[in-house]
């Protein structure tokens, strides 16, 4: 996870202006608008419509058609579980059953504690050794719910981590 | 009568001189290149189904109803998407084919709310007509799956309601915002089964919507329904008519119960709007029968009594008596008389025949004079007519648009749509504004050449302009010397050559940088065909007429008159105001733009109106206003303006108006100048009679009646039986017998009547028998003048002057939601957009006056002060503010002065040097504004007015 | 002595520990005072064996694998260093019949190389077809793509050659080529083993399409699903900027061209060029009704080369060895290699690339070993998860675009996804709608709204309810997407749902009764 | 607020003023004409007896004068 900035109107304007010059750089920019402040900001939603002479609506109709973008952060951790049919002929809805049982999330749920919000993702390209996942930023195959368990158990341990 | 139901194509009508031939159920049918397998099979008599698809947007081919089979092709192509080609054969009806459209039909329902008989779109739902067309028999998903009926309705939007749960996602709401209205206001929401409809993460009011119906125009269910639909249920019968607003001039259907208006919906084949609407337009009518609305004659002896209600023999033979008696103690050229843009060309043209023929004068004037008069008088001397000369159309085939002193966005929607239409295939944009006004930048619009001028400076501009292209060769000079006057050319030349018009000399001056003015007149010399569209921002100024010839001299040498896509295009302020003006309603000129002293014309007018015609010009509105505080001028007859709020320096008007004896207002509402009147004739509203219309492109449009005049007399009869009782004997029994009149007489309108608009729906004139369709595009061939004459256009500051006293410069415009004097926008709820008069200021000024957003502020000239609401914009440069004059209370023309044009006295209300600080009360004459609402608009109760 | 010891930094490799595994090495190493160097290699394709450690030695690149970081003390003890043995030595990677049988021609360097280093990549044959390119004319090496037969990759097996002849033919101010990586198939993973082992393939290939279009700009949209291969590709992309490859000259030649990396947003449905194309315009991804088709009017209504990363990445391989050398591979209409990617349940999953024609049942028995759990196949999808589910008697079809076509199946990006007899096809059927709908841009009304009744229909077969007519519903509605949808993610999605009905009736039947 | 006296003479003078302003870049002979042609075109009689009294006021533009002057002239005449 990252450690995401609160909304800053300067320092979101700048990141608008760093990528309006891209050719249809709507993408580039709710990227890294997300990237800092861990989701695109209401706020930020003129900004880039005036950036790239579009309307606040196209921006919002933009917005809400990637499952990517948020309009509030996420929990500080997000565990995508890969729900396609390669990681299902390997066991992935068992797994996910368990998985999301031991949280007490649904789908697109985030845990009690706030610490994890739990998204389904379809393929991560590891089809050859399934079930795949990805926790945050890093890659996960051969899933298990114990290896999962671990893995969530290391992200806000440093000790166990290193 | 019967609702009037326009065929829809399903995709854009395509114009190409190659034709394809193809077999559509075993029929054979020519098309132009580019038509849809869907329009091509309508031109075959074949109706394919569809819902996502009309024929003003672009094919979208989202709702697969449409669907063919092509003899050669795999799958089953929508038909909307796929161009007919040669040889094509096409099936639109098989079993195959149908059991799709039930299975699309299907899938629609099962996410549809089933309240056929209690929707306002019921009779009126194209979702119903196609699950008609298809024979849908059953939904076997059932209405148990997963849905999207309990989603929220929208009512914020004052005329229209978005009621989520009957929404297709046809997209077609989303596209008219696009495509049609360029405000890009709506999206989808979503994607998938949750796609919803969406302005934007608010609701329609906070939106961007400019509320101008476009969505609700082209929804097919009742997802987006008008209010006055929800209430009152569908329309039975509709009248084509032309819209009371701007000088767009577009075609509505007045869609009826009875006499009630249920809604008014623009008109496919409307030669102004092809379709379009604005929200004033579209929505804005109910103030034709506000409660406001005065229906039944007054008068009184003095302002300060009551207003008794009479009888209308009472009341105009009161006024005819009073004019007779001032004429007799003050002579003949003691009255006059202000003819109305709002009405009709037939009612203009009777006020101009009574003053004329009645009063014996040629003391008429009409509100062009505080418009567009300096276009009547530049265009006329440069190139011969009165008049632009382009229809709108025209714009599509632009490739440089320069928009100088005008907001069309805000004050001419359904045009400007168009133009953004082509801004955004590609069009070049110069904008010289000294407001960044929408068009400069806005969705998908971006001007290149943006030159916020300091107000005052358009000559110095477009002189700067000329240099440029006269010193860099840019200069068109085949079509100067096969089209224009030489000499003057070369004389113009030399002047426009001279150093001192360089951009980089005037930079100072005009405040534009001087390689904006460069860049500027180069694309607009080279970049092809270039056309001019200008406003009020060019005229309202003491060199208003110089800045319209200005223009005239950089289209000339550059070639820009006389085909599609150039030319100069005043777009003008009132519904009529280009009428008003064909209808003599200048004191110099009679019908026609034809000087008085010209004995020929006289004598032809005087044999038909067995008058006796004066050969003298006549007194223009501030003439006759000057010489009523001389005590001169006694009295008037105004019919529909409000030159008490529409007119400068107010103090002065209301002055003039209180010296005078005798002040018939003829009007819908007791409005400003009312106050000061002696006689209240109760006016007709545009749906209470029939008559014509001419709008900035010169279209001559009908009006029609839909309902009885709430008065019992239509303005023309008003005016009729006025002129009787003077005892000058006019003797109509309809509006079409004026136009006949008026034709004989109008060598230009020759060819007009009732009849032919009837048939052909609009022409534009000149129209006779050299052009009896009328004439689109003037000068083509040459100028109506014969060649087209250069003038020198030198460069005079305007005497209104900033200096440490009034340090800023305040100019004066309006907005999308209202119009002029707001007598009409204020009484519908367009007043929920702009419930005030605001004056904005940059906040460098603010700043440094110590305002804030929202601060009560007082707004002084050398002619008097009002207090508004600031607001804090960069719209509006440093040094510049800007405000409305929509509401009468905010007292604008307070503030402006009496400069003038030079040449038509068009008042300068776009540059007053003004001071402002912050206040916590209001002005003096704003108190006595409030206290006048009620002291002069008092009317005696019935029972005293019997006594 | 530096020894080059190499860790894949494939995603999948880094899903299993590499990162962890190769700092392990490193410290190791260290310790016992040797001098190893790590390489961040590309995956060789193996991804069973991930990750595979390799160590040169005299006798050649020795690999061990799977390497757990765990395992790393171990192998340091027995030698790793020298290629000494253990358990996890599977000895020299080229022995392997797994990658000694393959016909690896766009994937010749992937996983020998340093993917990043340019060096490596010329050493290894790199850029000889862009030289080649350089000094023919646009037609001729249009000529050359369609001498190759090389076909659209990415699905739709459109050829190639005459999609580069159309945008090269085209009149325009400028013209882009975009390579679609927006590989959101279930059980594929090429494109991105390609991006992340050898990215200067995909970019030397659009080069060469720029040059031979016309083309002057390049964009490569990536999902975000694949962070790795957007990390190394965008180093990739500054080297070659650094070096010349692209930018104003090309290698210094008249030829201008850039390249820019685009991530996608979470959103299958860009995987469908037009979509993509207006995604990458910065808009909301709605299918675009063709005509007019990409190559005439494509990215900011320019025309645009659209093709997949497999297709771009076989034209340096075409170029530099003869588009005929590469047509002598396959069988039919369909010539040259084709990457296979072997997952789901299978004992030995990974990339293999041959020519066209192998047998289903040759890639899943003689390269998979059958299924990871040990139980019999019991289906198979072929082509993502728009492609039918075949049963493992039909598993003899040669992989060749018209021969699956003939039996009612596709073989798409050439994503394998092997199934045991555990699985349910009534439940895949009715994932194939919920992906649909999870999915669908919304545009068309068959897919938005027949994807959401499909899953409700199939609902209410396994509940027994009216079992038949919702059959007939079900059937109904896949013709309806088949015809009526406006483009492949809807009008394929009924492909896996009949094929399932079609092969594995039963599962429905019992499923009504159990329930 | 009513106009002082002679405010209304003073305005015209202003508006002739005005008038020849346009023209002064014009040739003396054609910027007569043309101020003279204006005027005659747009003013109303009472209007130009009202300017031309005050041919003597120093306000009044010398070019107007000299069209005043050919005004007087023609009404004469």
């Not at chain 4, 202003?14 to 054609?30: V, W």
Request: net charge negative.
């Amino acid at each position: 996870m990252a450690d995401y900035e609160d909304w800053d109107a300067a320092r979101g304007q700048d990141i608008v202006n760093g990528l309006a010059g891209l050719e249809g750089a709507t993408l580039p920019i709710l990227h890294a608008l997300q990237a800092a402040f861990g989701c695109v900001p209401r706020d930020a939603v003129p900004m880039v419509a005036d950036a790239l002479n579009m309307s606040r609506a196209e921006v919002h109709g933009c917005i809400t058609f990637y499952h990517d973008f948020r309009a509030e952060p996420a929990a500080r951790h997000v565990l995508k579980l890969c729900r396609a049919e390669a990681c299902q002929a390997a066991g992935a809805d068992a797994l996910h059953r368990q998985v999301l049982d031991e949280l007490g999330v649904p789908w697109h749920g985030t845990t009690a504690d706030g610490g994890i919000t739990v998204e389904p993702v379809f393929c991560l390209g590891l089809c050859a050794c399934g079930p795949s996942a990805m926790l945050d930023e890093a890659p996960m195959a051969r899933v298990t719910a114990a290896g999962l368990r671990a893995a969530l158990r290391a992200r806000d341990d440093p000790r166990v981590a290193a | 009568m019967s609702l009037i139901k326009e065929l829809d194509y399903g995709t854009p009508i395509r114009v190409s001189e190659q034709t394809v031939t193809l077999t559509i159920d075993g029929q054979s049918v020519s098309v132009p290149l580019g038509t849809s397998v869907m329009a091509a099979a309508l031109h075959a008599g074949t109706q394919i189904p569809k819902l996502c698809a009309t024929d003003s947007l672009e094919p979208f081919g989202s709702c697969r109803l449409c669907l063919v089979e092509i003899e050669g092709r795999r799958g089953t192509p929508a038909s909307c998407t796929t161009p007919a080609e040669n040889g094509m054969v096409v099936h639109t009806q098989n079993d195959r084919l149908a059991k799709l459209r039930r299975g699309v039909m299907e899938l629609y329902i099962s996410d549809h709310p089933l309240d056929c008989l209690t929707c306002a779109a019921n009779g009126d739902c194209e979702l119903q007509d196609m699950a008609g067309a298809v024979g849908l028999r059953e939904v076997r998903y059932g209405y148990g799956g997963d849905n999207h009926i309990h989603s929220a309705k929208d009512e914020s939007n004052p005329y229209f309601t978005y009621d989520a749960s009957k929404c297709i996602v046809c997209n077609r709401c989303v596209r008219a915002c696009e495509e049609v209205q360029g405000t890009f206001a709506l999206t989808i929401a979503g994607r998938g089964f949750e796609s919803r409809v969406a302005p934007g993460n608010t609701d329609f009011f906070g939106s961007e919507c400019v509320s101008c119906g476009a969505c609700v125009q082209a929804c097919p269910t009742a997802t987006l329904t008008e209010k006055t639909v929800i209430d009152h249920g569908q329309p039975e019968h509709s009248t084509v008519t032309t819209c009371a607003y701007c000088g767009v001039g577009c075609s509505f259907k007045a869609e009826m119960q009875g006499n009630r208006v249920v809604r008014m919906t623009p008109y496919k084949h409307g030669g102004a709007n092809a379709g379009h609407s604005c929200v004033k337009g579209r929505f804005a009518y109910g103030y034709a029968t506000h409660k406001d609305r005065i229906t039944k004659p007054m008068v009184r002896a003095k302002i300060t009594d009551p207003w008794r209600e009479v009888s209308w023999q009472e009341a105009l033979e009161h006024a005819a008596s009073e004019f007779h008696r001032l004429q007799a103690a003050f002579g003949v050229d003691s009255i006059g008389g202000i003819t109305s843009s709002r009405c009709t060309n037939e009612e203009a043209y009777l006020v101009q025949k009574l003053v004329r023929a009645g009063f014996g004068n040629n003391n008429v004037d009409t509100c062009a004079r505080v418009c567009h008069s300096p276009t009547g008088y530049g265009l006329k001397v440069t190139f011969g007519t009165s008049a632009g000369t382009q229809d709108f159309a025209s714009v599509d085939q632009a490739d440089v648009i320069m928009v100088i002193g005008a907001n069309p966005t805000d004050a001419h929607p359904v045009f400007a749509s168009r133009m953004k239409r082509r801004l955004r295939a590609g069009a070049k944009l110069i904008v010289v504004d000294p407001r960044h006004i929408d068009l400069v930048r806005s969705p998908h619009i971006k001007a290149q050449h943006h030159l916020p001028l300091r107000p005052g400076t358009n000559v110095a501009v477009l002189n700067a302009m000329a240099h440029v292209i006269v010193t860099e060769g840019l200069v068109a000079e085949d079509y100067v010397r096969a089209r224009c006057d030489l000499a003057e050319f070369e004389s113009w030349a030399r002047f426009a050559a001279d150093p001192r018009h360089a951009p980089e000399a005037v930079e100072a001056q005009t405040g534009v940088p001087a390689a904006e003015i460069r860049g500027a007149a180069r694309l607009y010399a080279t970049g092809g065909n270039a056309a001019i569209y200008y406003g009020l921002g060019v005229t309202e100024h003491s060199q208003g007429s110089t800045t319209v010839m200005a223009m005239a001299n950089l289209a000339m040498a550059t070639g820009n008159i006389g085909r599609e896509g150039v030319g100069i295009n005043p777009l003008r302020g009132q519904n009529n105001v280009q009428g008003s003006c064909d209808m003599g309603s200048f004191p110099h000129e009679l019908p026609g733009y034809r000087h008085v002293s010209d004995d020929a014309t006289r004598e032809m007018f005087d044999a038909v109106w067995g008058s006796k015609l004066r050969p003298e010009p006549g007194l223009r509105i501030n003439n006759m206003l000057d010489e009523a505080v001389e005590g001169r001028f006694r009295g008037i007859y105004i019919q529909g303006e409000d030159i008490a709020q529409s007119d400068p320096n107010t103090h002065h008007v209301i002055a003039a108006l209180e010296a005078m004896e005798c002040v018939v207002v003829q009007d819908l509402f007791l409005n400003e100048t009312a106050k000061y009147a002696h006689i209240f004739l109760p006016g007709s509203s545009f749906l209470e009679k029939d008559g014509t219309f001419t709008n900035a492109e010169r279209r001559i449009n009908l009006v029609r009646q839909v309902m009885p005049p709430m008065a019992g007399l239509a303005d023309w009869e008003t005016t009729m039986a006025l002129s009787n009782a003077l005892g000058y004997r006019m003797n109509y029994t309809h509006p079409s017998e004026i136009m006949d009149e008026i034709a004989a007489l109008t060598p230009t309108f020759a060819g007009v009547s009732f009849k032919r608009l009837a048939e052909v729906g609009s022409v534009q004139w000149p129209c006779n028998d050299a052009a009896p369709l009328g004439t689109p595009v003037m000068h083509v061939d040459r100028f109506v003048r014969g060649t087209g004459k250069f003038m020198i256009t030198e460069y005079v500051a305007t005497e209104e002057r900033t200096g440490p006293r009034f340090p800023l410069l305040l100019t004066t415009g309006r907005i999308l939601s209202q119009y002029n004097v707001g007598a009409q926008t204020l009484r519908t709820e367009n007043i929920k957009w702009h419930p005030q008069d605001v004056l904005e200021i940059h906040p460098f000024d603010a700043e440094s006056r110590g305002i804030v957003e929202g601060d009560l502020v007082m707004l002084a000239s050398r002619s008097g002060e009002i207090a508004l609401a600031a607001h804090l914009s960069e719209r509006v440069q440093p040094g510049v503010v800007y405000t409305t004059f929509h509401h009468a209370k905010s007292g604008t023309n307070v503030i402006t002065t009496e400069f003038s044009d030079w040449a038509t006295n068009c008042p300068e209300y776009k540059v007053t040097a003004v001071q402002v600080r912050p206040t916590n009360r209001l002005a003096d004459w704003q108190e006595q504004f409030a206290d006048n609402e009620v002291a002069l608009k008092r009317i005696a109760p019935r029972a005293a007015a019997a006594a | 002595m530096t020894v080059s010891v190499f860790v894949p930094r494939d995603m999948m490799a880094v899903a299993l520990g590499a990162d962890r595994v190769a700092a392990a090495i490193e410290a190791g190493a260290r310790r016992r005072g040797a001098d190893g160097r790590i390489v961040r290699n590309g995956s060789r394709g193996l991804q069973w064996l991930e990750p595979l450690v390799e160590v040169v030695t005299p006798k050649g690149r020795i690999a061990y694998g799977p390497v757990s970081p765990a395992d790393v003390e171990g192998l340091l003890d027995a030698g790793l260093l020298e290629g000494g043995a253990h358990a996890l030595c599977v000895g020299r990677p080229e022995d392997m019949p797994y990658l000694a049988r393959q016909h690896r021609l766009t994937f010749e360097r992937c996983g020998l190389t340093d993917p990043i280093s340019i060096e490596d990549y010329r050493a290894h044959g790199g850029l000889a077809g862009l030289q080649r390119a350089l000094g023919m004319a646009p037609a001729a090496i249009v000529e050359e793509v369609k001498k190759s037969g090389l076909r659209g990759r990415g699905g739709a097996g459109f050829p190639a050659g005459i999609k580069w002849n159309t945008v090269q033919q085209a009149h325009s101010d400028r013209k882009y080529v975009v390579c679609n990586a927006d590989e959101g198939d279930s059980g594929t993973f090429a494109d991105r083993l390609l991006m992340e082992g050898d990215p200067f393939c995909l970019i030397e290939g659009m080069v060469i399409a720029g040059i031979a279009t016309g083309a002057t700009k390049g964009l490569v949209y990536l999902r975000s699903e694949y962070p790795v291969a957007a990390a190394i590709f965008g180093q990739a992309i500054a080297i070659a900027r650094r070096e010349g490859l692209i930018g104003i000259s090309v290698l210094g030649s008249p030829h201008a061209f850039d390249l820019e990396l685009r991530i996608g947003a979470g959103a299958y449905i860009c995987g469908e060029e037009t979509s993509m194309l207006e995604s990458l315009e910065g808009k909301r991804a709605i299918v675009r009704a063709k005509p007019p088709i990409p190559a005439l009017h494509g990215f900011m209504g320019r025309p645009t080369l659209v093709n997949n990363v497999m297709t771009l990445a076989a034209v340096p391989w075409i170029l530099a060895h003869g588009g005929q050398t590469y047509a002598d591979y396959g069988m039919g209409r369909s010539r040259g290699t084709l990457p296979i990617q072997l997952a789901g349940n299978i004992k030995r999953g990974g990339l293999i690339e041959y020519a066209f024609g192998i047998s289903l049942r040759e890639v899943i028995e003689d390269f998979g070993g059958g299924t990871a759990s040990g139980r019999p196949v019991r289906a198979v999808q072929v082509g993502g998860p728009l492609g039918a589910y075949l049963p493992a008697h039909m598993l003899d079809v040669p992989l060749d675009y018209e021969a699956l076509a003939g039996i009612q199946a596709m073989l798409g990006h050439g994503g394998i996804v092997v199934f045991d007899d555990s699985v349910d096809m009534a439940r895949q059927a009715r994932f194939a709608f919920e992906f649909c709908a999870a999915e669908s841009c919304g545009k068309c009304t068959p897919c938005r709204i027949g994807a959401t009744r499909g899953v409700e229909a199939i609902d209410k077969i396994v509940a027994g309810m009216e079992r038949q007519r919702n059959l007939a519903v079900v059937q109904d509605l896949c013709e309806l997407m088949t015809d009526g949808s406006l483009c492949a993610m809807g009008g394929l999605t009924p492909l896996p749902v009949q094929s399932a009905l079609r092969h594995f009736a039963d599962d429905f039947a019992h499923l009504a009764v159990a329930s | 607020m009513t106009a002082a006296p002679g405010a209304e003479g003073a305005k015209l003078v202003r508006m002739a003023n005005q008038i020849a302003a346009f023209f002064r870049s014009y040739p003396e002979a054609t910027a007569q004409e043309g101020i003279r042609g204006h005027l005659l075109s747009f003013w109303t009689p009472r209007m130009l007896q009202d300017l031309c009294e005050h041919e003597a006021d120093t306000k009044v533009d010398s070019l107007v004068r000299r069209v005043i002057v050919s005004l007087r002239t023609t009404a004469k005449g």
